[in-house]
């Protein structure tokens, strides 16, 4: 709202806490809930983003068996992150189940 006043540098909490992030990184949301919630980060500054969550509603099961189904477990984020930033290997600890 600031910058429709007329502030033209005025900046947004999320601008200020992405400023320091390098360009050519890549951010992974994760939610417990639906993936779009989160997926608008990206075009803060124009990152790469891969928004993980629920897509669909109504399985039932423990957490672990229902994070794992929707693709927000451990290795699924770790998996993301490794696809969002070829190169380098995402290095991350087995998650014990």
């Not at 380098?88 to 014990?96: E, G, I």
Request: charged share 20%; net charge positive.
């Amino acid at each position: 709202r600031a910058r429709e006043r007329g502030l033209v540098h005025a900046m947004s909490h999320i601008e200020r806490l992405l400023a320091g992030v390098p360009p050519h990184c890549a951010l992974v949301t994760v939610l417990d809930g639906h993936p779009a919630t989160l997926g608008w980060l990206g075009s803060v500054h124009g990152h790469r983003t891969r928004a993980l969550g629920v897509e669909h509603f109504g399985q039932t099961g423990s957490l672990a068996d229902l994070y794992r189904h929707h693709g927000i477990d451990a290795q699924s984020i770790a998996r993301a992150a490794q696809a969002a930033s070829p190169g380098r290997p995402v290095r991350h600890l087995r998650a014990a189940g």
